[in-house]
């Protein structure tokens, strides 16, 4: 190796805190707050700048039973359209307390200082979305993410006690016995090593959008949390279950993937194929024909404002609208470049697209030189969002490892099979909260425990391993090879041939990732050694997606299988628990959680028999 691992033992930055939060998002800086309050001392440590995280690219808004746009609106309609949505496969145990919460969050945002879009009342305005039976999205535009980021930001850098650590990459988590000590990281800029000592831990690291090929996802987004939890033996869950969102860019190829909200549809877009057909009236599933309306003139009603009528299909849940499009396109009926016209000129005003859509009608105009005010947008799937992750207890967010906590899209159990739009801004806010909360609550009963010199050295060598002077393998090309092979096999429709093939291939690439080569003679701003580290947990939690979606055998939500197109409603409650196995390959176990309870059932029963 180039470093000696004693020398940089020597080296090593020491930091303490009570509550450490990894990931600096909606879930990571609403985490903080409730930790800082709490008067602990907290530590913020952020791969990327501070409001710079993935959560400043959701648009269309934040998702909470307020009432406000339709006074019918209720938790527990939220409820039921979150069940829903997630084909009951969701933790309902953590969708009541959201559903529940959701509003509270959204006024303690506005009370801090958020600046959302008002009603002619003055209230806090709420848009249609996709799922939801309601205007339920409280938005700023089309950048309701930013506004978010930037207001919790505001509040966070006000506190005496929260201190933040930009542009550090946390690479390992130290446990002992079940328990959270700390974790080790580096920072991007100068190489410094860190070792963070700390009570309780959150962990609130986002997705792994960038496996793939064509996605939303920003470049932070490579599977971290997800992957140094792995190692360090928590419980992940539902990682099969991958979001691909209808509506991204599909031209030019330069801006392949970029996302289209769904902002556009709940503001009265429609789909159509090459045809001029708004062909999603073929596609409407029999579970959701009660919402759903099934001919163009009963949509046109609801668009006109129909408070009776039911609503178009263009709204209906993100999984569905995505494999109609695919569906349209194999059968030739796409748009020249592969997806499907998303028409948005001749339902509004120009003046209305650009007040309620500016940020779609300056994307669309710089990046493929088309007026939205104008003309239609050509848009298809893209990865998105992924519904699974860490595993935690609903009410407190703990993982099976003692202090470690987690929230936010790296946390599973909220989403089910499939998110609605709109929930993931407030699922941060809700469970951010809870997270903080509970991590400051713990580090207030126990004791410090401190690092050993044979755990630093561990971390040290995993971190600086790509600088080997034996190690052969391109960081860059080894990722563009693991977005071809999930796009192509763990991808939105997947096979038991294929998910083999993948699991295959990936143990290859696993041995392979072991050999990335960083270049260069420093560490100081050496992106390939970022790189290298992001591809070796990118290849691990591409592994732990296709042992999940092969073994569930049944299609539900954002999981396809071609050889079991149906879903099996046997397996409803059951989760596919997977943790490392002594192989270092996942390791799957079937798992039964309880169903639910008659009163949560009765709720679901009273909104859909309401009609």
Do not use: C
């Not at 450490?20 to 309050?37: C, Q, V």
């Not at 691909?244 to 556009?264: A, Q």
């Not at 009926?333 to 005003?349: E, K, N, Q, V, Y």
């Not at 396809?560 to 059951?574: A, G, H, I, Q, W």
């Amino acid at each position: 190796m180039k470093y000696n691992v004693d020398e940089e033992l020597s080296k090593v930055r020491r930091a303490s805190y009570d509550v450490l939060i990894i990931g600096a998002g909606g879930a990571g800086l609403r985490a903080a707050i409730s930790a800082a309050e709490a008067g602990v001392k907290v530590g913020v440590v952020t791969k990327s700048l501070l409001g710079k995280a993935h959560t400043v690219m959701a648009e269309g808004g934040a998702a909470a039973a307020l009432g406000n746009a339709d006074s019918r609106d209720n938790w527990k309609v939220h409820f039921r359209d979150t069940m829903k949505g997630g084909k009951f496969h969701n933790n309902w145990k953590m969708v009541e307390i959201f559903a529940k919460e959701a509003p509270d969050r959204i006024r303690e945002l506005e009370m801090y200082g958020a600046v959302f879009d008002r009603t002619e009342e003055g209230k806090i305005n709420q848009r249609n979305f996709g799922g939801h039976k309601y205007p339920r999205l409280a938005h700023v535009g089309d950048r309701t993410g930013l506004e978010l980021i930037r207001t919790l930001q505001d509040k966070v850098i006000h506190f005496d006690n929260v201190t933040i650590e930009m542009e550090t990459t946390i690479v390992s988590l130290i446990v002992e016995n079940g328990e959270a000590k700390g974790a080790f990281g580096y920072n991007r800029q100068t190489g410094e090593l860190v070792a963070f000592s700390a009570k309780s831990i959150v962990m609130a690291t986002g997705g792994f959008g960038k496996v793939y090929r064509v996605t939303s996802n920003s470049w932070e987004l490579t599977g971290d949390g997800e992957s140094i939890a792995y190692r360090a033996g928590i419980e992940l869950t539902d990682m099969e279950f991958v979001q691909f969102h209808p509506t991204g860019m599909v031209y030019p190829n330069s801006v392949k993937g970029i996302l289209v909200t769904e902002g556009v549809r709940g503001e009265g877009g429609i789909l159509l194929n090459n045809k001029g057909e708004r062909f999603m009236f073929r596609y409407i599933p029999e579970m959701f024909k009660v919402d759903y309306a099934e001919t163009e003139e009963e949509a046109e009603r609801w668009f006109k404002g129909d408070p009776n009528a039911r609503r178009p299909p263009e709204l209906l849940t993100r999984d569905v609208v995505a494999k109609a499009i695919r569906a349209e396109v194999k059968a030739g009926r796409g748009s020249p470049h592969g997806g499907a016209f998303l028409d948005i000129a001749s339902r509004r005003t120009p003046e209305e697209i650009k007040k309620v859509l500016p940020s779609m009608h300056h994307q669309f105009l710089k990046l493929a030189k088309l007026d939205i005010t104008k003309e239609p947008m050509e848009v298809g799937p893209t990865a998105h969002y992924v519904m699974g992750g860490i595993r935690v207890d609903g009410e407190t967010q703990e993982t099976n490892i003692k202090g470690v906590f987690a929230a936010g899209e790296a946390a599973a159990g909220l989403h089910g099979a499939n998110r609605l739009g709109g929930n993931s801004l407030t699922d941060l806010l809700v469970f951010g909260k809870l997270a903080g909360d509970h991590a400051a609550k713990r580090a207030k009963e126990v004791e410090m425990k401190q690092i050993k010199e044979d755990e630093l050295k561990a971390a040290i060598s995993y971190a600086l391993k790509p600088f080997d002077e034996d190690n052969t393998e391109d960081p860059y090309l080894l990722h563009n090879e693991l977005k071809e092979l999930m796009e192509d096999y763990v991808g939105i429709i997947r096979t038991e041939e294929g998910l083999k093939t993948a699991l295959e291939k990936l143990k290859e690439m696993a041995a392979r990732a072991e050999k990335v080569k960083a270049s260069g003679e420093s560490r100081a701003y050496n992106a390939s050694w970022h790189q290298a580290l992001d591809v070796k947990n990118m290849v691990t939690v591409s592994m732990i997606v296709a042992a999940g979606a092969l073994a569930r055998k049944e299609s539900r939500g954002g999981h396809t299988r071609e050889d079991f197109p149906n879903t099996d409603e046997s397996l409803t409650n059951v989760l596919y628990v997977i943790t490392k196995g002594e192989d270092g390959m996942p390791s799957v176990r079937e798992e039964k959680y309880p169903s639910m309870p008659d009163y949560l059932q009765e709720v679901i029963k009273e909104i859909e028999e309401a009609k």
